[in-house]
Every structure is written in structure tokens, then in C-alpha cells.
């Protein structure tokens, strides 16, 4: 029981030790120095400090360069063009889209018309037929 007791608060002197290492990792500050001033390091605190030091270092932010920055300009430039184009493209369908209902109607509507016209005329022609005939049987001598 005093051995746990024991590991438990030098696990949390360790992790307050790391915590603070990286904080100063982090800001910029002299972390080397602070581990040297805290004098009796727990055994895994050197490794731990150098597997940090080397995450810092890894994972640390970098300015592109300006190829890189002109590169990306260009190719969002395209992009952007891009999908403008397919945006522009996609609102002209849907118009035509939207104009397509209304086309078969008008060709059924004209279809339709001219349908009727073509009753009227053969009905008038019929018309003509039959009393042009009536006439000819009662001129026609018998």
C-alpha cells in the first residue's frame, strides 16, 4: 500500500514535470533549463522529455514557401473557375429543367389544333362534296 502511494505521487510529479516541459516547449522558453533545476528526476523523465522534445520539433509550424503559396493560389484559382462553371452550367439545365413541362404541352397543344383544323376542313369538304352531289342527281336528266 505505500509503494502505490508512492508511484501514484511520483507519477504525478512526473506529469506535472512533463506538463510544464512542454508548456515551455511550447512558448518558446528555456525548457532544458527547467529540467536541469528540478535536480532529482524520476528514471523515465529523461526519455519522456526527449520523446517530447522531439514531438516539438516534428510537429512544430512551418511557413510555406512562396512556390508553395503561388502553387496554391493557382490551383484554388482553378477550382474556384471550375466550380463557377459547373454552378452556371447546373443553373442552365435547370431552366430547361423547368421549360420542359411546358414543351410537350405546347406540342400536344399544337398537335391538338391542328387536329381540329384538319376535322373542320374535312367536314366542310365532305359538306361540299354531298351538296355538289345532291345537286348533280337532281340536274341529271332521267
Known amino acids: ?15 506535472d514535470l512533463l506538463d510544464t516541459y512542454t508548456t515551455l516547449l511550447i512558448e518558446g522558453n528555456d525548457a532544458n533549463g527547467y529540467l536541469a533545476s528540478q535536480a532529482p528526476l524520476p528514471p ?26 503561388a ?6 484559382e482553378r477550382l474556384q473557375a471550375r466550380r463557377e462553371r459547373a454552378a452556371r452550367r447546373w443553373a442552365l439545365w435547370r431552366q430547361r429543367l423547368a421549360k420542359l413541362p411546358t414543351r ?10 391542328v387536329a381540329l383544323a384538319a376535322r373542320i376542313v374535312g367536314s366542310l369538304i365532305m359538306l361540299i362534296f354531298i351538296v355538289t352531289g345532291h ?3 337532281r340536274a341529271a336528266p332521267v
Not at 1 to 15: E, F, P, Y
Not at 52 to 69: I, Q, Y
Not at 104 to 109: E, K, M, N, R, V
Open 71 to 76: 502553387a496554391l493560389r493557382v490551383r484554388l
Open 44 to 69: 523515465p523523465a529523461d526519455g519522456l522529455a526527449g520523446l517530447a522534445r522531439r514531438l516539438h520539433e516534428t510537429l512544430v509550424p512551418v511557413e510555406p514557401g512562396e512556390e508553395f503559396v
Open 135 to 137: 345537286r348533280r342527281r
Open 104 to 113: 410537350p404541352g405546347t406540342i400536344l397543344s399544337i398537335v391538338a389544333l
Open 1 to 15: 500500500m505505500v509503494r502505490s502511494t508512492r508511484r501514484n505521487a511520483d507519477d504525478g510529479k512526473l506529469a
